[in-house]
């Protein structure tokens, strides 16, 4: 029964069609997941994590968007034996990049590159980020952004899943 459910849901968004215009800019926020990686020490010293994400858009053609994305997360510390000891780890992020969107599907692929900053040392590296997501529309104005994100950088590597709600959508007129 469930697999049924999913799989009308998949084939709803796949026929949805996206109303991307030239000119429109929208900021959309939502929550996030962050799974660590851990690459370079084969796994992670860090818990699975959560956080808040803002992303801006400005389309200046119907397939192509400018973006301005700042991320908040925070992870826990697997193994922290320490009481003088930091047990979390805080990022926030700001990044800027471009978003192609295969119109009009609603989907899409991006790249940012940024800085992640560490909010408990000041910490400050820079991050790349290679996404893909789904764009489905509610109303002529209202939009969810679902999406995957690897974010790579000198922190920790991550895998973040989202969904953005919009906040703003202006079309130029």
Do not use: C
Not at 39 to 52: C, D, K, R, V
Request: glycine share 10%; net charge positive; hydrophobic share 40%.
């Amino acid at each position: 029964m469930s697999m049924k459910i999913i799989l009308i849901l998949l084939l709803a968004g796949l026929s949805g069609a996206a109303q991307t215009q030239k000119g429109e800019k929208s900021i959309a926020a939502g929550p996030l997941i962050s799974i660590p990686l851990g690459l370079e020490t084969q796994g992670s010293a860090y818990n699975t994590g959560f956080g808040a994400e803002i992303v801006g858009q400005y389309n200046f053609s119907v397939k192509s968007a400018l973006l301005l994305k700042t991320t908040l997360a925070t992870w826990g510390i697997k193994n922290s034996n320490s009481r003088f000891e930091t047990n979390r780890l805080t990022l926030f992020t700001v990044q800027g990049g471009y978003k192609y969107q295969f119109h009009p599907s609603g989907f899409s692929i991006s790249g940012l590159v940024g800085v992640d900053v560490d909010l408990s040392d000041s910490f400050t590296s820079v991050s790349f980020t290679l996404g893909a997501g789904k764009r489905f529309f509610l109303k002529n104005d209202r939009f969810i952004d679902v999406g995957i994100d690897f974010v790579g950088a000198d922190a920790e590597e991550r895998v973040n899943i989202k969904a953005l709600f919009s906040l703003f959508r202006r079309a130029e007129r």
